[in-house]
């Protein structure tokens, strides 16, 4: 057998130094899992940098024929028993003076791995060849892919100086603030207390989401006189720059350089004081390392953690919960489990992969699939408990989880905002997830999303009698929410009795006295089926607009039906409300009454418009808005075209409709050409209407909306709130 020193040699070929411009994989395996904490470790190929598990590196030399593998191990340490825990200094995690919350702590070794006998060499060893030296040298000092696609360490903001500080306007009425003994000036809080520096008055600070803190009496202050500036009572010492001053027009933490000034006016001797309360920021810190999730789990009830095959749990990667719950409802399905899991192995997909698996759908949806469905993960967690000895080490209630990185990357690469760490819909994330599966699966017996997909058609009758059927498929069935049929009327009506009687008396009611409306989902499934009146319709039978009836229903049902319930409404003046109300869902739901029966035998469709029809309604440019658009050097056909496609609405929507649009291959042809074909101007992507319907819009001021954005859902919105009045001609 070869010296093992002279196999590395005959191998330098299949090693490289990496670049700073290489992607570098060394936390987890690219085909599953496994990370250098798991049982083998893990082995990043050092000519492509890509890691794998001890299950798959195998795999990775017989596609690739590449020998040389890092080979990274993480053993758990022994932890002495008198190890103080470290308090935070620092509102941050993963970075010095940031959260400890006793975490194992790991050592890490390295060796050389040569396939494909698995001949190892240490490391570091001054023998290693030193093109080998240098690489891994530079793959361990590297930051890893994956934690270059994290978002950075969450960290507080500096505080900075208000310019609401710099020129505030103090009123004297002759108060003076005593060193103790505050209370607010509209309730008996006696803690939480801000102090207004424009006039002194004492109000108590926010309710918080659990019922804690205070009565919100400060910020109404705020609202009711505008005074900007308030400060913490109990936060101030003679070090001032620590005080607790917070703006609320900046709605933040601010440094005042006049505080010793701001106080004084109210004849407050900093210099004496001391401090009693936690700040914003102290309190932040404490609420992250002492948090009870119990309190936002089943009611805070105790739960029993469950393990196994299908009860793996997904980390969330910050912000993330939306695609944590569609994932694990999507492989409970058994098209979605029998595509990516029972009909292809790992080993399978990654053989069909391209040579970058990281950025392969398929493959990164098989690896989720054997991890949340294998059970391989779903284990019960070992925690020291601070003992010497892991023998004696205790399980844990919980379990690891597993951190859907690389899935995320590949499914939100194509998406501006699943793309960053802000939160976001989950009924958006569930359509673009279902548009990308469709698109990576081209034959329709592998697509697993044709399980979701069903028919719609809608039937409208014309007051002349004769009918139209227009129909169209759909993965969400939007329902709205009809709260005049909810079955506790008689429970809600005394409690909103109760809620006025503890309002006048300056009380509110306690989260076990909240009664909610409960509406059957029968009766929302009903509501979608009902008749619905279509105002200004043209009827192209009548050669007139009037009044038509439109009723739905399903042409084709799906093998997984997903409700959406439109939990958004609408008031007066555009305020976005959520409803406050429970769906009693029933264990068996029948929706063959929402089959739809098709044209009937006698029924009479509506003449399809003629020439004469097309003129009369063509759509007219606003001349005001062309000529502005023409004088700034655009075509002025393309300006008639803008004006048109937004609606008339106004010189900037046209601009950036004309501006996306300057590249569209019938951007030349005349506008009677255009007009002739009566959906042409008016198609929209249905699911982009459905996601406008969740937030409480009207179906026909969100198609409305969508034209004149050219289809960008957040523009769309913007023109809802930005333009009452277009809105309200609907």
């Not at 060499?121 to 093109?131: A, G, N, R, W």
């Not at 009380?507 to 009902?530: H, M, Q, Y």
């Not at 009836?549 to 997984?560: E, I, N, R």
């Not at 900037?652 to 009677?672: Q, T």
Request: hydrophobic share 35%; glycine share 6%; proline share 5%.
């Amino acid at each position: 057998m070869m010296d093992p020193m002279d196999l590395l040699r005959s191998n330098l070929s299949r090693v490289r130094i990496p670049e700073p411009t290489n992607r570098i994989y060394k936390q987890e395996c690219c085909l599953s899992f496994d990370t250098p904490k798991s049982n083998g470790g893990l082995f990043v190929d050092m000519y492509t940098f890509l890691a794998f598990g001890k299950d798959c590196m195998g795999w990775n030399y017989e596609k690739t024929g590449n020998p040389v593998y890092l080979h990274i191990r993480q053993t758990k340490k022994l932890v002495p028993e008198d190890r103080p825990s470290k308090k935070p200094t620092l509102l941050a995690i993963g970075i010095d003076g940031g959260f400890d919350n006793n975490e194992p702590e790991y050592e890490e070794t390295h060796s050389i791995v040569i396939l494909p006998d698995y001949v190892s060499l240490p490391f570091p060893s001054v023998e290693l060849p030193e093109k080998v030296r240098y690489a891994v040298n530079a793959i361990l000092s590297a930051e890893g892919a994956e934690r270059k696609e994290q978002v950075a360490a969450w960290t507080a903001d500096k505080k900075q100086i208000s310019s609401y500080a710099m020129n505030l306007q103090q009123i004297d009425s002759g108060v003076v603030i005593p060193p103790s003994g505050w209370k607010c000036s509209k309730c008996d809080k006696t803690d939480n207390l801000w102090l207004n520096l424009t006039d002194g008055m004492i109000f108590c600070g926010r309710r918080n989401w659990d019922g804690s803190g205070g009565n919100n009496h400060a910020i109404e202050h705020y609202k009711e006189t505008g005074f900007p500036l308030a400060v913490k009572l109990g936060t101030i010492t003679a070090d001032l720059e620590a005080a607790d001053v917070f703006s609320y027009p900046e709605d933040e933490s601010i440094l005042d350089p006049h505080l010793a000034q701001h106080l004084a006016f109210f004849g407050i001797d900093f210099s004496s004081l001391q401090k009693t309360e936690m700040t914003t920021a102290e309190r932040e810190l404490d609420q992250n390392t002492n948090f009870d999730w119990n309190r936002i789990q089943e009611s805070g009830q105790e739960v029993e953690p469950i393990f196994g095959p299908g009860y793996t749990g997904l980390v969330n990667l910050g912000n993330s919960c939306y695609l944590a719950a569609t994932m694990q409802v999507v492989f409970s399905t058994h098209s979605f489990c029998s595509r990516y899991y029972i009909k292809q192995n790992l080993k399978e997909a990654f053989g069909s992969a391209p040579a970058d698996p990281t950025v392969d759908l398929n493959m990164q949806l098989t690896k989720l699939a054997h991890g949340l469905l294998s059970g391989r993960y779903s284990v019960p967690a070992i925690e020291d408990n601070n003992n010497t000895n892991v023998d004696t080490s205790t399980t844990t209630v919980k379990q690891e989880g597993i951190p859907p990185r690389m899935f995320k990357a590949v499914i939100a690469a194509s998406h501006p905002e699943f793309s960053t760490m802000r939160q976001q819909d989950a009924l958006e994330f569930f359509l673009h997830f279902i548009d990308q599966v469709e698109r990576a699966n081209g034959k329709p017996e592998l697509n697993p999303a044709k399980s979701f997909k069903f028919g719609i058609e809608d039937r409208i009758l014309c007051s002349s009698g004769k009918v139209a059927y227009n129909k169209r498929h759909d993965y969400i069935l939007s329902l709205n929410i009809p709260l005049h049929e909810a079955t506790n009327k008689e429970e809600l009506k005394a409690f909103h009795k109760l809620k006025v009687e503890k309002s006048a008396e300056g009380k509110e009611v306690s989260n076990d006295e909240i009664v909610r409306p409960r509406v059957p989902l029968e009766t929302c499934l009903g509501n979608f089926s009902a008749p619905e009146e279509i105002h200004e319709f043209y009827s192209t039978a009548l050669k007139a607009k009037t009044t038509a009836v439109k009723t739905a229903g399903l042409t084709s049902f799906p093998d997984y039906l997903v409700l959406h319930m439109r939990k958004f409404v609408m008031e007066a003046g555009w305020v976005p409300k959520k409803l406050d109300v429970y769906i009693d869902v029933p264990d068996v739901i029948d929706i063959s009454h929402m089959r739809s029966k098709g044209r009937q035998a006698g029924e009479e469709l509506l003449p399809e418009g003629d020439t004469d029809d097309v003129e009369s309604n063509k759509p007219i440019a606003n001349e005001d808005i062309v000529s502005q658009l023409v004088s700034m050097g655009f075509n002025q056909l393309h300006c008639q075209k803008a004006a048109i496609n937004t609606s008339n609405v106004g010189v900037e929507e046209a601009m950036n409709w004309l501006l996306s649009h300057m590249d569209d291959a019938d951007i030349d042809a005349p506008i009677s050409q255009e007009a002739h074909s009566a959906g042409a101007l008016s198609h929209v992507d249905q699911s982009k209407v459905e996601i406008l319907l969740s937030f409480g819009f009207p179906e026909e001021i969100a198609r409305k909306a969508l034209k004149a954005s050219g289809g960008d859902i957040e523009k769309a919105t913007d023109w809802i709130f930005n333009n009452p009045e277009a809105s309200a001609s609907v």
